[in-house]
Nanobody, 120 residues
Framework: QVQFVGSGGGLVPPGGSLRLSCAAS????????MHWYRRAPGKQRELVAV????????NYADSVKGRFTISRDNAKNTVYLQMNSLKPEDTAVYYC?????????????WGQGTQVTVSS
């Protein structure tokens, strides 16, 4: 059974930092490309960051480039999102997502979401 345990969200003032974690189980984590998405109130879901299965490749949305860092620890089956210089527009529910393709089939798993609120 696929499960994710997320942590690290909360309320932070503008300019502050948070580190989100998403611990996975029930699948071979090291085979999966990992993503962080977010959905702000009244807006579409946005892809924030991507990391390859090995951790050797990353990509970021322009809105977070230089402020957010995605990382992973395959020994701990955990993906992280370090968020610095937070802005009110970063307020959203953040989701981790794992994707892999194998034998022509797409495997796509989602975490439950973690609220991040940036406000003074």
């Amino acid at each position: 059974q696929v499960q994710f345990v997320g942590s690290g969200g909360g309320l932070v003032p503008p300019g502050g930092s948070l580190r989100l974690s998403c611990a996975a189980s029930g699948f071979t984590f090291s085979d999966y490309q990992m993503h962080w998405y977010r959905r702000a109130p009244g807006k579409q879901r946005e892809l924030v960051a991507v990391m390859s299965s090995s951790g050797g490749s990353t990509n970021y949305a322009d809105s977070v480039k230089g402020r957010f860092t995605i990382s992973r620890d395959n020994a701990k089956n955990t993906v992280y999102l370090q968020m610095n210089s937070l802005k009110p527009e970063d307020t959203a529910v953040y989701y981790c997502n794992a994707v892999n393709s194998y034998n022509g089939r797409i495997y796509d798993y989602w975490g439950q979401g973690t609220q991040v609120t940036v406000s003074s």
